[in-house]
């Protein structure tokens, strides 16, 4: 017989989706997948559609995390490294829309979409780059410091 006095696992899920949206974080990811979304129609409607590579990569790489940082698996899987993982992420991010979006700008004489997406890019490497010093000041602040090569106990 089933337990009815058991929480929903589907509420349980849509409870930790929305509180975790309120973090800094949490808003941060989400922001980031919204304007790569964003950014991949502008890139799609434009003639040429070859810099969608970044902004899907990087919206997928934007939902992992959210996911990961959501459902709190960074605590559960502790091989990885997910606060230096994130930075790099974020890190690469911010450099590969500036690139790709200052490029589009520059060169997208004629074609609205790809300066549009141009112009969002830009956006987008900067909410990466704001990303990146919150958590490199996460990363400052939380006093990580050399194993000792002491010898006495």
Not at 52 to 58: G, L, P, Q, S
Not at 73 to 95: E, H
Not at 125 to 144: E, N, R, W
């Amino acid at each position: 017989m089933a337990d009815t006095t058991a929480s929903n696992p589907g509420g349980s899920c849509l409870e930790k989706l929305k509180s975790y949206v309120r973090t800094q974080k949490g808003f941060i990811l989400a922001a980031e997948i919204l304007i790569s979304f964003i950014i991949i129609i502008c890139y799609a409607a434009s003639q040429s559609g070859g810099y969608t590579a970044v902004a899907i990569c990087e919206m997928v790489f934007a939902i992992v995390f959210f996911v990961i940082f959501m459902m709190e698996l960074d605590k559960q899987i502790q091989v990885v490294n997910w606060v230096w993982s994130d930075l790099f992420r974020a890190g690469i991010g911010a450099l590969l829309y500036i690139i790709t979006s200052l490029i589009c700008v520059i060169g997208g004489s004629g074609d609205g979409a790809r300066i549009a997406g141009g112009v969002f890019g830009l956006i987008a490497g900067i909410l990466f780059a704001y990303d990146t010093y919150t958590i490199f000041l996460q990363i400052k602040g939380s006093g990580h410091t050399a194993a000792s090569t002491d010898d006495r106990v």
